[in-house]
């Protein structure tokens, strides 16, 4: 069996080289008098979906890439490129504010170089969707455009100690009920309250009313409108229900939650929070080969993801197995308040006169950046495609339980002084035991998450969609068909989020009108995984993850949980 694994990106990697050899497969191109080329397998086509295309940008945690689909839902052409990481300090995560716009930048460019050398045009390109990491916090100069620091990724922990003071703060309990998520590290809105007291030139900007707030998706569109000669200003539903500042009820700014952070709008500049599918919220591109074209979506990542595996019916969820491993349900059109540990959010909103949908999620912090730990911090192999041969080299974990809690651990256990811990290592024990181990551990959090959901929700998941960079791996996916005893099915077009932005664009232009319309989407030639082990086996491997997580609490001293460094 086929067992691609590549990590080089972290997000929802396909090998370059194999990306290209199924294009050429999806795609064999012939001239025909001296014509935009078309597709030799003309009984594919489905009312001329495959003469249509949208351009999709996917901004991720480690590169950026450009996808031109078309309306069939097949990728034509794609660029990606790698940006800078910063790590100045322990639990610090950073990112360069210009490289983040320069990358995509280049994807459009080098993207649009193969689309027209296959004989299109610029404007047969309808409309582009962006797609973003999402609690990545930046902060600009609105009048001149210019960042005031670096973008403070979302998997950064300095805020540990404010959340810990927050948390004491008449009215804390109070704010789940409002935005769906609780106090902690991971949303925008500690974050923005910790440049604001740290960062000397973010407050006086604040002061001034020059300060600009956003994440990702906000950049982005600001800069690709021009930046301070554009004035655009927009962030969607979905990311902004990811900040903390947005009544998941009224999909608007609540003034309970920004006074709780001692924020005065008159002071800051917030994005307009707009449907995730908008023919006019985002504006166009200004400048470089997609001059002109409109941008008509706007999802944060793992959203795009559930629209880009059809999860458009109340009870389907899919799992992302990327930098992180997120998991989102389907709750459908009124918000579900978890009372064991998951997020509520902002499914989609594809248009101004559909409802919102909503969802629950699980969010792990570590999935396929513990690969990447094993690959470059302890030197396990030189190439992370190489993880599932290794893991493979034994039958089992050898009793080896990784909990990797580089940055804590997030839903449904939420222990902010966990650290990574390896329990069961014995003088047998070998790199294959711990790169099982690894693999496991986002599963092992997995169903953690969906025994979560089946409490919130009422339901059981019959069956999980996948996708992102560990997906790839087949040893890894049959793990976790056996761990949460029901199927695992993995699409054979691996960029679902990217997939999705170009879908909520599509539904802003009407290409597509329906749910119903994309029932066939990306469904062909699916790879299904199926429990291979008794659920008495399932449970024993459980029970001995969930006495790790529990030994691996308390790590973390309250001096480091302060903000002090641990090395």
Request: with cysteine; charged share 25%.
């Amino acid at each position: 069996m086929r067992n691609p694994f590549d990590m080089s990106d972290l997000d929802s990697l396909v090998d370059e080289q194999d990306l290209n050899e199924r294009y050429v497969d999806l795609h064999a191109y012939q001239t025909h008098d001296g014509n935009r080329p078309l597709l030799q397998n003309e009984d594919r086509r489905n009312d001329n979906l495959k003469d249509r295309f949208i351009g999709a940008i996917d901004q991720g945690t480690t590169s950026s890439r450009f996808i031109i689909f078309d309306c069939a839902g097949n990728p034509v052409a794609k660029y990606q490129t790698e940006f800078r990481q910063i790590h100045e300090h322990s639990g610090w995560h950073e990112q360069d504010p210009w490289e983040l716009v320069d990358s995509v930048y280049i994807c459009i460019e080098e993207a649009m170089k193969t689309f027209l050398a296959l004989g299109h045009s610029t404007d047969e390109i309808e409309a582009v969707g962006i797609t973003s990491q999402r609690e990545t916090t930046l902060c600009w100069d609105w009048e001149t455009g210019e960042p005031l620091h670096n973008a403070i990724a979302w998997p950064d922990t300095r805020t540990k100690g404010l959340v810990r003071e927050l948390k004491s703060r008449p009215g804390a309990d109070e704010l789940k009920n409002i935005c769906g998520l609780p106090l902690s590290t991971y949303p925008s809105s500690v974050t923005l309250v910790w440049m604001l007291e740290n960062l000397p030139e973010v407050r006086a900007a604040y002061d001034e009313g020059r300060l600009a707030f956003g994440t990702v998706d906000s950049w982005l569109i600001y800069n690709l409108n021009g930046g301070p000669a554009g004035g655009r200003l927009a962030t969607d539903v979905t990311n902004a229900s990811r900040t903390m500042f947005m009544n998941l009820e009224t999909l608007d700014y609540d003034d309970r939650l920004l006074n709780f952070f001692g924020l005065d709008r008159n002071k800051i500049r917030l994005p307009k929070i707009v449907p995730s599918a908008d023919p006019e919220g985002y504006g166009s591109i200004s400048s470089g080969p997609l001059e002109g074209i409109p941008i008509t979506s706007c999802l944060g990542d793992q959203s795009s993801a559930l629209v880009g595996h059809c999860a458009f019916t109340p009870g389907s969820a899919k799992n992302t197995y990327g930098t992180g491993c997120f998991l989102l349900y389907n709750v459908g059109e009124k918000p579900v308040i978890s009372k064991h540990g998951l997020l509520a959010t902002v499914g989609f909103q594809l248009g101004k006169d559909r409802k919102p949908v909503y969802a629950l999620e699980g969010s792990v912090a570590v999935a396929g950046s513990g690969v990447s730990f094993l690959m470059n911090n302890l030197g396990f192999f030189r190439d992370s495609r190489k993880v599932s041969d290794l893991a493979a080299s034994v039958p089992d974990s050898g009793g080896c339980v990784f909990v990797t809690a580089f940055s804590g651990l997030f839903a449904p256990y939420w222990i902010d002084d966990a650290k990574g811990t390896i329990f069961g290592i014995t003088q047998h024990t070998q790199k294959g035991h711990i790169a099982r181990a690894t693999m496991e551990a986002a599963c092992f959090q997995t169903k953690a998450i969906l025994d979560a959901i089946e409490v919130d929700s009422g339901h059981k998941l019959t069956q999980l969609a996948v996708d992102g960079g560990m997906s790839n791996s087949d040893i890894c996916m049959q793990t976790q068909a056996d761990i949460v005893q029901i199927p695992v099915e993995r699409p054979a077009m691996h960029e679902t989020t990217a997939l999705g932005a170009a879908i909520a664009a599509g539904f802003a232009i009407n290409v597509w009108k329906d749910f119903s319309d994309l029932k066939d989407m990306n469904h062909a030639n699916r790879t299904s995984f199926k429990p291979r082990i008794s659920t008495k086996q399932s449970a024993k491997m459980y029970k001995r993850w969930s006495k790790a997580v529990e030994m691996s609490r308390g790590w973390t001293d309250s001096s480091e949980m302060e903000g002090g460094d641990d090395e």
